[in-house]
């Protein structure tokens, strides 16, 4: 079907929080009808009942991009383009988003198309464009209930769903009678509306993001046919502005240096790990304390201090393999062992009567290492620690200490690293270019990071030999692109389809409560599950991970801040423990794996039965956010 020769202006949304596949209750959907819903066959009465994919030439897909951009252009252009808002459409649904019909066939198998998005004709034709990040059974049944959406999209530059008052973001809203609100144009409009453009023709224009907090309700504008417009206008139409990535910051030492390459370690020196101790058969918790590379090629060693009560704490043992490790948020932390820990979750690890419970005082089933590891581990869990201070600016009257690094949880983060957000998309990440603590004149103290966020990204490929050309950034770490070039080398042939990082928003600024954590590369953490899900056609991107905060329950939280990141552990360590920077070996490596059965009083089937994870990635363990 050809398009419309009429002159509309094409608008464009300036980003999306669109998602093709969604994970519901550990397993990966299509974010759209599902296969069932496509089937076109009919009935035994020879009835139709299906979903079909609505074409972007199609005139119901036409009728909702026109409706929509006029009361974008409304909206924010406000009564200097009225005379415009009818010839203004989107140029396309944001990414991700797709416009689905709902036919029901009468006995003789006929069904027409209505122009209107709400159907029409002797048939049932409902329209509904699907793509919400929560799932298929968020969808929207009109333009009218999308637009407010939209407009948030296109003028938050939080990307904070609280301030979406769309009926899936905001479920619940008060009728509130509101005063007229005079929409006040700012100079940037001007240059953004110009000639009008054919639909057919490339777009050239977009709207500015601004954001806006409660805007008024919004009427869609008359559905007349459109006229032509001159062709002399006052002002000539702008490409959109290329978005400018942020450059990275230079390492400032050797192990800021190490950390941003790819394939070298996996965890750093201060983080709380999960590591396997052979003599036992189960899974452990402990910090690193150090770690070299090896004389073999790609060898890699860690020096582990087990987490422990005080009243018998463990010699530091040695991983020669990231095999047996593990990220803290990478698995749950189980149930304690003592059923009286269970019974008080939020006792604080100083609390415990640590000897009473390896007299039995408190009951003989459990083991007191056991349980104080657990609880270590949550307690460093809600802790922050900075270093590497850089300098000090002024910033409204108040103090802004900017520093290079930042213990957040379990984790190392540097600046130029990539970390998963809370705030936007599940597949968003940040690299962070300043990290900031800010204290006002009232003394009150905030922590944020800075930096750009980028999208998980995805192109079709109908020929393998001839990929598309990413796009190219110096700013990317390289890990991220390394990562994604491994990725690849699976989506291609199996699922036809090529990834890349996007560029969604430049510069932007979050409190570290909205960092969910370090982000890891699929081929370093996840290579087993991601490869099973390319080749069973699930997408590769349902691998759970994680987020600071999950162990505990508290979710979203600025956390305590510890002066020194050794601080955060407490009596779970021994008095002494250091941190080794730098990756040279030791001289006489001297820690040996530990017989945990010998200091726990030979408990050690409790020990095993209860730190084996080998079944975990399953998808019977609760779930969690996805990690890209």
Not at 205 to 210: D, K, M, S, Y
């Amino acid at each position: 079907m050809s398009q419309p020769l009429t002159s509309f202006y094409p608008i464009f949304a300036s980003k999306s929080d669109g998602h093709d596949i969604v994970n519901q209750k550990g397993s990966v959907v299509r974010n759209g009808p599902s296969q069932e819903q496509l089937d076109r066959s009919p009935n035994a009465q020879g009835q139709c009942d299906y979903y079909r994919l609505i074409e972007k030439d199609d005139p119901k897909h036409t009728d909702w991009r026109k409706k929509l951009g006029g009361m974008l252009l409304r909206e924010i252009g406000g009564k200097r383009y009225e005379d415009k808002w009818q010839q203004c459409i989107l140029w396309e649904f944001p990414e991700n988003y797709k416009l689905y019909e709902h036919i029901k066939t009468k006995a003789d198998g006929q069904a027409k198309t209505s122009k209107n998005h709400s159907g029409g004709g002797h048939d049932r034709q409902d329209a509904y464009l699907y793509g919400y990040p929560k799932g298929p059974r968020k969808r929207f049944r009109s333009p009218v209930e999308f637009f407010p959406h939209l407009l948030w999209l296109c003028t938050d530059e939080t990307s904070d769903m609280q301030n979406c008052t769309c009926k899936m973001c905001s479920p619940v809203q008060l009728e509130v009678e509101k005063p007229a609100v005079k929409v006040e144009l700012k100079p940037e409009i001007k240059r953004e509306i110009g000639a009008p453009q054919s639909i057919g023709r490339n777009p050239v224009v977009q709207i500015p993001a601004r954001r806006v907090s409660n805007p008024p309700p919004v009427h869609s504008p008359a559905t007349k046919p459109a006229t032509p417009v001159a062709a002399a206008v006052s002002s000539q139409i702008r490409a959109p502005t290329p978005l400018q990535p942020t450059p990275l910051p230079d390492p400032r030492s050797i192990d800021q240096q190490v950390d941003s390459l790819p394939q070298k370690f996996l965890s750093r020196p201060g983080e709380v790990v999960w590591y396997f101790r052979p003599k036992t058969g189960a899974w452990g918790l402990g910090v690193v304390l150090r770690r070299w590379l090896d004389k073999a090629p790609g060898g890699k060693s860690y020096f582990i201090q087990p987490l422990w009560h005080p009243h018998d704490s463990l010699t530091p043992e040695l991983v020669t393999t990231e095999t047996q490790m593990k990220p803290w948020l990478a698995w749950s932390a189980p149930s304690y062992t003592y059923t009286y820990l269970q019974q008080h979750p939020t006792i604080p690890f100083e609390d415990v009567d640590w000897q009473g419970l390896v007299a039995g005082r408190y009951g003989p089933d459990g083991v007191a290492g056991v349980d104080a590891s657990i609880m270590a581990a949550k307690a460093v869990d809600t802790t922050y620690t900075l270093f590497d201070y850089l300098k000090k600016t002024v910033n409204e009257g108040g103090q802004d200490a900017h520093y290079n690094g930042l213990f957040l949880g379990a984790e190392k983060i540097w600046r130029a690293d990539a970390v998963r957000l809370r705030i936007g998309r599940d597949t968003d990440v940040m690299v962070v270019t300043d990290i900031i603590e800010r204290t006002t004149p009232q003394a009150a103290t905030a922590v944020y990071v800075v930096g750009d966020v980028y999208s998980y990204a995805t192109v079709a490929v109908s020929n393998p030999a001839q990929l598309p050309e990413p796009p190219k950034n110096s700013s990317l770490p390289t890990r991220m692109r390394e990562d994604m070039t491994w990725r690849n080398q699976l989506l291609v042939p199996h699922a036809r389809t090529f990834a890349y990082w996007k560029l969604s928003t430049p510069g932007a600024r979050y409190e570290i409560a909205e960092i969910k954590g370090r982000w890891y590369e699929t081929a370093l953490v996840f290579e087993e599950p991601f490869t099973k899900s390319v080749k069973n056609n699930e997408g590769g991107n349902g691998v759970w991970m994680n987020s600071r905060g999950d162990a505990t329950q508290v979710g979203r939280t600025l956390g305590a801040a510890v002066p020194q990141r050794l601080q955060a552990f407490g009596r779970a360590v021994p008095d002494g423990t250091q941190l080794v920077d730098g990756i040279d070996a030791p001289a006489e490596p001297q820690a040996q794996p530990q017989d945990v059965s010998m200091a726990i009083g030979g408990h050690t089937d409790v020990f095993t039965d209860l730190m084996d994870f080998d079944n975990l990635g399953d998808g019977s363990e609760p779930g969690y956010e996805f990690n890209f």
